[in-house]
């Protein structure tokens, strides 16, 4: 670590204290709002159809909710490796600290797992579990038959029950997930001695960008998950879910573009510093790469599939490029909030310098291998409770006992 | 009510009993006695030895030393910031001594040349000033104003 910051001193400009040498948020915490972000994004995809009715996403509904559920479970991790003492980790949560918004986190995760998600995915997965513990064996049936819980009626009107029960528990999720999301938007717009940071806007930039993230997440893994499975890709659900993508998208921008005419128009102290920070110092990983290609691009791209002039095939790669570039540049965002906070000194005159380590603790390879294992959860999850519309296991047995 | 709702709600509750324990065996028990931290670490604070002496009872022994620190320009600087904590000194000098580092680094630790100290600040370029003699040789450390050394 100290010879990175002695390699870090050859890059540090102007004046800054001492203790702005190190930047103590590293990639990792640029990590955990995107993450996060990803969950409170694939939520609202679910909700879309549970509470908004809107039917053509529906082959996505289930899918989204164990993305979601995936992603909220290495959620925690970057902070946890961030902090070193993962044996500390459940003291926010046994000597609750209420005045702490960092602390909160451990209250709005606990809620949003384990009385949105679990229990949304338990009631609305009822009916299949219960299917699949009358017809499956080993493990799995083992697994399934814990699940139901020994209840194993699946009449009519129970189901009907469940699916009301789902959808109070979808709308009481949909302000949890902008919460879950809001609030690490929220820490940053509250350190009010940093001008690119302070500002009440960020909780609501933070909650769109993991809007647009979470549904270029779903509309991504659907896309390569038919695809895999060598299914007919629903051309409707994709247009559906591209154009939802777009006007999420049109909304961050205007929030960002809001946010940034503010910081122009107040003229606040540190204004000259952040017009260095985005024209020179994060120009490529601001300009270029989260509002040129993580913004611009997609959203021209979203805006052409919408024309109707191309055929479907050319609109496929179009959302593929666009959900790409998308989740690229939500990263992109995160990172300029994090690591330009931290090199903008406090001073305003000068500027910090951050260096990320290839291995060890805080490097590219640990985010890698988180941002890695949702996506291995993931596989699991829908590998043990299939999300696809097509005639489930069970379906398919009882068509072999015929 | 279904049995569905029930067994749902029995797994909750046996969570959260289940955490109500643990945190019963995890968290001190005077952890909230006057804030925010184990009440006990306070009094185990208040038990250990004491570390530093101060000025007044370096005097005692050393009143020479006392009048010239305390006429000169370190008179803000303690004598246990050079000397290092002093307590066990005090008890018992001639087995413990209180000697100082008397290197050049160690001056230049608060005098080597730093732009981010006050213009005002008296400062030396480490490489050239005093030809690389220690710093004692010429100024003494008690009043650094008056030249000749110790």
Known sequence: MSEILWEVLNHIEGFIYPNEVEVNWSVLIALYPYITGLV???????????????????????LALLTALAFLLAAPLPLVAHLGHPERALEIMFTPHLTSAMAGFGFVYAWYLLIVLLLELGYDYRKDVVKWA?????????????????????????????????????VIGLPSAAFLHGYVGFIFGSV????????????????FSAMVSGIALVLLIYMASTKLRGKEMDMECVDTLAGYLLYTYILDLGLEFMEIAHLLYTQEEGIDAILILINDKLFVSFIIIQ?????????TLLVLSKTGLFRAKVRKFFYISASLLTLIGVFAMRWNVVIGGQ?????????????????????????????VLPFILLAIFVKLLPPWDEPPLWMKTERRYD | MRKIHIRVAMVYITAAILFLIIRSFVVPPTFGEYDWYRGDSVREIMELPPQHANATVCKDCHSERYDLWSGGAHSTVSCESCHGPSYSHTKDPIIVSANVDN?????????????????????????????????????????PWVFGGE
């Not at chain 2, 030809?131 to 009043?143: A, D, E, F, K, R």
């Open chain 1, 291 to 299: 509002i040129f290609f993580g913004t611009l691009i997609p959203i």
């Open chain 1, 192 to 207: 009010k001695a940093n001008p690119w940071w302070s500002s009440p806007l960020m909780p609501i930039i933070f909650l």
């Open chain 2, 103 to 143: 290197s050049r680094e160690f001056c230049g630790l608060c005098h080597a040349q730093n732009p981010s100290r006050p213009a005002d600040f008296p400062q030396i370029d480490m490489d050239t000033h005093g030809n690389g003699n220690l710093c004692v040789v010429c100024h003494n450390p008690h009043s």
């Open chain 1, 343 to 371: 090199i903008l000194s406090k001073t305003f005159r000068g500027y910090g310098y951050y260096i990320m380590p290839l291995f060890g603790p805080e490097s590219l390879t640990l985010a890698l291998a988180i941002m």
């Open chain 1, 40 to 62: 409170a994004g694939a939520f609202i995809v679910a909700s879309l159809e549970r509470v908004f009715k809107v039917e053509a996403v529906k082959p996505t509904y289930r």
């Open chain 1, 134 to 170: 009358q017809t499956a064996t080993g493990f799995r049936g083992f697994l399934y038959r814990i699940l139901t819980m020994g209840d194993y009626d699946i009449s009519e009107e129970t189901l009907k029950k469940d699916e009301k029960l789902v959808g109070i528990i979808t």
